[in-house]
């Protein structure tokens, strides 16, 4: 059984920093692109960052968080990781990562290309 687990949200202060950490367990980490999603109150969830499987890949951001997050995997751990520096009250939202449904695979950082998720963690930031 598949298992993903977000941890690291929180409250902080705009320009503060989190750093998200997702753990998994029966899945073959390393065989699979993963990504950062979020979801803002009434808003459409979104793709923040990816990675794909194999360290020092290719990493997509979105354009508003671009020289604010980096996306990081330690594929010994099975551990995915985003760095979040200089917060905005924007980034306010719940923060999810998923696998890629396929291995060896990358096809982006939209979130129907995913389909392994864990539960999110939150994340706000005030003003």
């Known amino acids: 059984q598949v298992q993903m687990v977000e941890s690291g949200g929180g409250l902080v202060q705009a320009g503060g920093s989190l750093r998200l950490s997702c753990t998994t367990s029966?899945?073959?980490?390393?065989?699979?692109?993963m990504g950062w999603f979020r979801q803002a109150a009434g808003k459409e969830r979104e793709g923040v960052s990816c990675?794909?499987?194999?360290?020092?890949?290719?990493?997509y951001y979105t354009d508003s968080v671009k020289g604010r997050f980096t996306i990081s995997r330690d594929n010994a751990k099975n551990t995915l990781y985003l760095q979040m520096n200089s917060l905005k009250p924007e980034d306010t939202a719940m923060y999810y990562c998923?696998?890629?449904?396929?291995?060896?695979?990358?096809?982006?950082?939209?979130?129907?290309?995913?389909?392994?998720w864990g539960q999110g963690t939150q994340v706000t930031v005030s003003s």
């Open positions: 998923a696998a890629f449904r396929y291995r060896f695979s990358w096809g982006g950082c939209r979130p129907n290309e995913y389909n392994t």
């Open positions: 029966g899945l073959t980490f390393d065989t699979y692109a």
């Open positions: 990675i794909t499987w194999n360290n020092g890949g290719y990493t």
